[in-house]
């Protein structure tokens, strides 16, 4: 059986598949080695992307190529033919890190030292060689028989001293992504630092610090602070916490400064003793109000046990009465007194005053209820505080008949009142108090029954028909207001009323046909009432076309303002069977961007035309990906991405495109992991732009703010069409929604 050959290498086998390529278990016969093959397809003529890919396989031979390091995948040879290029590598016998963490597993503590150590050495060797990875991560990790750690894959590893890095051009795993990495600016080691901080956390906690989609990981990792690992895992020292923060620092001179101090720091981490643990809530609030209750404390309570009580019942009182303490400095004192003395237990004040606040205690002398509130829980003495002022001014004006709607007023009422208004008389009272309400002229309606005759609607009759007026007179003699309802239906049948005064309706007839032939409708004006109603909208970006016959409406509103368009078609009597309208709806920061791109919007069912590949809403998971379909010139696609972050992620910065050709965008290919769809959920909207030349001279950060990038984009519009340059946008609503 004849031998598969590439190159100088015999194919034993297949090891796996991915979008770069193929890896093939090889045989070199001239030095009789076993080696991995890594093989790709030549790009055909004209393909950009494919060309581009193809630079960086060749790139990741020469940047690994430089490399001996034990902690690297060594890079054995390169060659090409007519339709294939290889690099020959290392075969490591061994899976990935990736593959180990997918199974939910989980290293101890000295195997997650030793993975970090081996890792960052390797790390350490090729930054000093000018190589920076710039997509370390645990799928390019790879664990050999022996336990040994390799660096795999440096295909879109930057060289130093390389031309091929491009500004404004994300490449790399999102989740492991350094902030500058994401927005597309240049980086240095200090990315790959990030990384192994990102693979730090995961091993330490099973999570990624930063998670979902491009968009919602490029805003965590650029605005957030991840959760410190310790509060995680139990199984994380707290001494990891430093480390880590100081990988995932957001501006690069702040992390550290190379992997060998990484690698100390965690080695350093593990064996220093923790921090002190902060002290807790409770000791705090307890030292704060020992200090004030004591010297009232001391003559309450003789027994010295209640002391330790004392510290444990502050803290309560600071908790659940935190909110009247900030109400009046008088009553934290008081409440603060009333925490100490919850060890006396045995006096009875206590006990009425829990059992009737309300009510209780009318008879001891007002100094006795002064102690047992006092000794009241913070629920018992917080309202007897609240109420006070508010009952100072009722007595006054409503001694007698406050008491019976409401049995909370007399606890706080002055010495002599409380006496009188705690008494269980106030129960009685209040249904007495309710038996004058029954007097409520409810039933005296009996009184407007004299009413209907005067309602019976004689006046209501003569509205009707004049001649109708006799025939009421004579069932008038019943006096129920119903009778002369039925009446009005047999009065119509009384037909010689009618004919004498159908002769006036009958002369009035031939006039509404004269209107009617008069009043011919217009032709409807198409192209005014579609510019009027692409102009309705006070937030929108539409396109309009029209014909004699019909007219189009195309673009993008904010939620609401559709309906603006609907009444801008009705008030010109356009017929809905003559209007078609493609709008979509939004929400989001997005209007101020409209005047910038009315100028050059596309007409309706013209080139560029874009279409959401699947159906919206796209769900959490799902890939985000576009196809597009170009103007019949050659032109730039420049994509961008608008958030509801109010940032622009720049997709495809003005690569060239045939004319009427069709392009994809956000497929999976080489080491781009495709857009996955995350939180935040709603509506983006998404602008392609085809101009004859490139829209910017100098390439844009990946990710900006709006408002920077709408001040660009201004500039670069205008410059484009005073050099009589041809440019068309088309605007794009993408919905996303929870699984």
């Known amino acids: 059986m004849a031998v598969e050959v590439v190159g100088k290498y015999e194919i034993r086998g297949r090891l796996g598949a991915g979008a770069m390529g193929t890896v093939l278990d090889a045989w070199d016969p001239v030095i009789e080695r076993r080696a991995a093959l890594k093989i790709v397809k030549k790009p055909a003529m004209g393909d950009v992307e494919g060309a581009e890919a193809m630079a960086r396989f060749k790139r990741e031979a020469q940047a690994a190529g430089r490399l001996n390091h034990p902690n690297i995948v060594a890079v054995y040879d390169y060659g090409e033919d007519g339709e294939n290029a290889w690099i020959a590598m290392e075969l490591v016998a061994g899976g990935t890190l990736k593959d180990i963490l997918d199974r939910g597993d989980r290293f101890p503590m000295p195997e997650t030292l ?7 050495a390797g790390l350490d060797y090729s930054h000093k060689r000018g190589v920076v990875h710039r997509d370390i991560k645990p ?12 660096i795999a894959d440096f295909g879109i590893a930057r060289l130093e001293n390389s031309s091929m890095t491009q500004v404004g051009t994300v490449m790399g795993t999102p989740s492991y992504m350094a902030p500058e990495q994401l927005r597309g600016e240049p980086v240095d080691a200090r990315a790959d630092i990030w990384a192994s901080g990102v693979m730090l956390y995961q091993l330490l906690t099973g999570e990624k610090p930063f998670e979902g989609g491009f968009s919602s990981v490029m805003h965590k990792a650029i605005h957030t602070e991840p959760t410190p690992p310790s509060s995680l895992t139990v199984t994380a020292p707290r001494g990891f916490d430093a480390v880590i923060a100081k990988a995932l620092a957001k501006r690069p001179e702040d992390r550290w400064p190379s992997a060998s101090a990484f690698a100390e720091a965690i080695a350093g981490a593990m064996t220093a003793p923790a921090p002190a643990p902060l002290p807790m809530a409770s000791e705090a609030d307890a030292t704060m109000v020992s200090g004030s209750p004591r010297p009232a404390v001391a003559p309450a309570p003789p027994p010295p046990v209640p002391a330790p009580a004392a510290r444990k019942g502050p803290p309560l009182l600071l908790i659940g009465g935190g909110v009247a303490a900030l109400s009046a400095a008088a009553v934290v004192g008081f409440l603060m007194l009333g925490g ?17 606040p309300v009510a209780a205690v009318p008879t001891p002398v007002s100094p006795t209820p002064v102690t047992p509130s006092a000794e009241t829980r913070v629920s018992a003495a917080q309202p007897a505080i609240e109420t006070p002022a508010p009952v100072a001014v009722p007595p006054a004006t409503q001694a007698p008949a406050a008491p019976a709607p409401r049995a909370l007023v007399p606890g706080p009422v002055t010495p002599a009142a409380p006496v009188t208004a705690v008494t269980g008389n106030p129960t009685p009272t209040s249904p007495g108090a309710l038996a004058p309400t029954p007097i409520t002229p409810v039933p005296v309606p009996p009184a407007p029954v004299p009413a209907p005759p005067i309602t019976p609607t004689p006046a209501l009759t003569p509205v009707a028909p004049a001649p109708l007026a006799p025939a009421p007179v004579k069932t008038a003699q019943p006096l129920p207001a119903t009778p002369p309802l039925p009446q009005l239906t047999p009065a119509p049948a009384t037909p010689p009323a009618q004919p004498p005064a159908a002769p006036p309706p009958t002369a009035a007839v031939p006039t509404a046909p004269t209107q009617l ?12 009432a579609a510019a009027a109603a692409a102009a309705a909208p ?6 309009a076309s029209s014909d004699e016959t019909s007219l189009t409406l195309q673009g993008v509103v904010r939620r609401g303002d559709e309906n603006a368009l609907r009444r801008a078609l009705a008030t010109r009597d356009i017929p809905l069977a003559a209007t078609r309208l493609a709008v979509q709806a939004f929400d989001g920061p997005y209007c101020p961007a409209f005047d910038v791109l009315r100028p050059v919007l596309a007409t309706p069912d013209t080139a560029p035309r874009v279409s959401v590949v699947g159906n919206m809403p796209l769900l959490k998971g799902q890939l985000l990906r576009f196809d597009i379909t170009m103007p019949d010139w050659p032109a730039h696609l420049y994509v961008a991405y608008f958030m509801s972050s109010g940032e622009v992620a720049h997709l495809s910065p003005s690569t060239p495109q045939a004319a009427g050709a069709t392009v994809r965008l956000g497929e999976p290919r080489g080491n781009f992991p495709g857009w996955e769809v995350d939180e935040p959920f709603g509506t983006d909207l998404m602008i392609a732009v085809a101009t004859e030349r490139p829209l910017f001279t100098t390439p844009r950060p990946v990710v900006e703010p709006q408002a920077d990038y709408l001040a660009a ?6 410059a484009a069409r005073q050099a009589g340059q041809k440019v068309a946008v088309r605007p794009l609503v993408v919905e996303t929604a929870r699984r």
Do not use: H, W, Y
Request: glycine fraction near 4%; charge should be neutral.
């Open 713 to 718: 984009l201004s500039s670069a519009l205008n």
């Open 139 to 150: 799928a390019n990790i790879m664990l050999a028989a022996d336990g040994t750690v390799k």
């Open 538 to 543: 006070a937030c929108g970006l539409v396109a």
């Open 517 to 528: 032939a008069l009043l011919v409708p217009p032709r409807p004006d198409f192209a005014a």
């Open 114 to 120: 030793r993975v970090m150590g081996q890792m960052l």
């Open 340 to 356: 100490e003395t919850l060890s006396p237990v045995p006096p009875q004040p206590p006990l009425t005053i829990t059992q009737a």
